[in-house]
């Protein structure tokens, strides 16, 4: 029997309003260091948006502070981002019939999920979910999670919302990698809306994942003072070519696919470095990955939202034909490679 899989019917994203360039930010935070600012200024960021109200003690806040900065800006983000998507959707709140919210730079109770229901005014029956600490790459196993509900329940509408305040985990030291951290990370949320009643937008079609839990200790969040500080590890550039690689084959390889076919490559935007590798490992063209780094340059690394800012930039131009094919791409604590597949 052929399956009715469900397609992204509408994308949305949202920003803080505050903008910061690159020197900003290095005297927001304090890096006097010569290394530092080499850092910033080979990052491949120009802009970057952060939840920080107009005199906030940033970054010398309490962790009462930052937790209820974490609270402010994720609902209203994700409030936005869900708002956009529906909206575009032409779907009411009260038309939804599961929520989904992924986020891992705080933590909440009751949950996202749960506090959008009231923000949102969706109905009072939904069902609902949250998946916490997937890092940069939540928004795929968040997919796959709304991916299965609809399969489950083909009358449903799901929406999914991605949302991170990165700038509520900034841990100012001398270390390499919370430097790099903090030059690339940024705060947003991005939402998509799954069914499979829509008759328009590409279809998911498949997902992938593979760990690698030996280097599960490289990559993710520690504590430090009380204070979520970012673990970051030089190697993960050079450990993400093979985790792709294979990511790709799992993807690709039962459903009768090869690389060549895919038209549109959608990369979470890790960082540069991380683009460069994989870019090079696959062979894929500027143009196959300008989208990406489009992303990375005008919003920076915003964690679990970013690869739904790149289908959404994909989506907006609508150049895709009847018959493409196009691959979502995400690396995150585990250490683990996530991928999804959609055709038009």
């Given at each position: 029997?052929?399956?009715?899989?469900?397609?992204?019917?509408?994308?949305?994203?949202?920003?803080p309003t505050r903008a910061f360039t690159q020197e900003e930010v290095l005297r927001l935070v304090g890096y006097t260091q010569p290394a530092a600012r080499k850092i910033f200024q080979n990052s491949g960021v120009d802009t970057r948006y952060f939840f920080i109200e107009p005199g906030s003690n940033v970054p010398?806040?309490?962790?009462?502070?930052?937790?209820?900065?974490?609270?402010?800006g994720a609902v209203e983000l994700a409030r936005q981002a869900g708002e956009q998507c529906l909206q575009r959707a032409g779907?009411?709140?009260?038309?939804?019939?599961?929520?989904?919210?992924?986020?891992c730079t705080?933590?909440?109770?009751?949950?996202?999920?749960?506090?959008?229901?009231?923000?949102?005014?969706?109905?009072?029956?939904?069902?609902?979910?949250?998946?916490?600490?997937?890092?940069?790459?939540?928004?795929?196993?968040?997919?796959?999670r709304a991916y299965d509900h609809a399969?489950?329940?083909?009358?449903?509408?799901?929406?999914?919302?991605?949302?991170?305040?990165?700038?509520?985990?900034?841990?100012?030291d001398d270390t390499l990698e919370t430097m790099v951290a903090n030059a690339i990370c940024a705060d947003g949320a991005a939402a998509c809306l799954l069914t499979c009643q829509a008759d328009a937008g590409p279809r998911i079609t498949g997902f992938a994942s593979v760990l690698d839990p030996e280097y599960q200790d490289l990559v993710g969040f520690g504590h430090r003072d009380g204070r979520l500080r970012v673990i970051l590890a030089a190697e993960i550039r050079d450990l993400a070519p093979s985790i792709?690689?294979?990511?790709?084959?799992?993807?690709?390889?039962?459903r009768g696919f090869e690389r060549g076919q895919i038209r549109y490559w959608m990369m979470h935007p890790g960082g540069r470095k991380v683009i460069d590798r994989v870019q090079a490992s696959l062979g894929l063209t500027d143009q196959d990955v300008a989208v990406s780094r489009q992303v990375l340059r005008n919003y920076g690394n915003?964690?679990?939202?970013?690869?739904?800012?790149?289908?959404?930039?994909?989506?907006?131009?609508?150049?895709?034909?009847?018959?493409?094919?196009?691959?979502?791409?995400?690396?995150?604590?585990?250490?683990?490679?996530?991928?999804?597949?959609?055709?038009?």
């Open positions: 029997m052929a399956i009715n899989h469900p397609r992204i019917v509408a994308t949305g994203t949202a920003t010398h806040e309490t962790l009462d502070e930052l937790q209820q900065r974490y609270r402010r779907c009411a709140p009260q038309e939804v019939d599961c929520i989904l919210v992924c986020s705080g933590y909440l109770c009751p949950d996202l999920a749960t506090i959008l229901v009231k923000e949102m005014g969706l109905s009072r029956r939904i069902q609902r979910g949250a998946l916490l600490g997937h890092g940069c790459a939540g928004a795929l196993p968040g997919l796959q399969c489950a329940y083909p009358e449903h509408r799901i929406l999914l919302i991605a949302v991170e305040i990165c700038s509520a985990t900034y841990f100012v792709v690689d294979r990511v790709l084959d799992d993807l690709l390889s039962p915003m964690s679990s939202p970013t690869v739904l800012f790149v289908l959404g930039e994909v989506l907006k131009k609508q150049a895709a034909q009847a018959g493409d094919l196009g691959v979502l791409l995400a690396l995150g604590p585990g250490f683990a490679a996530e991928a999804a597949m959609v055709e038009w």
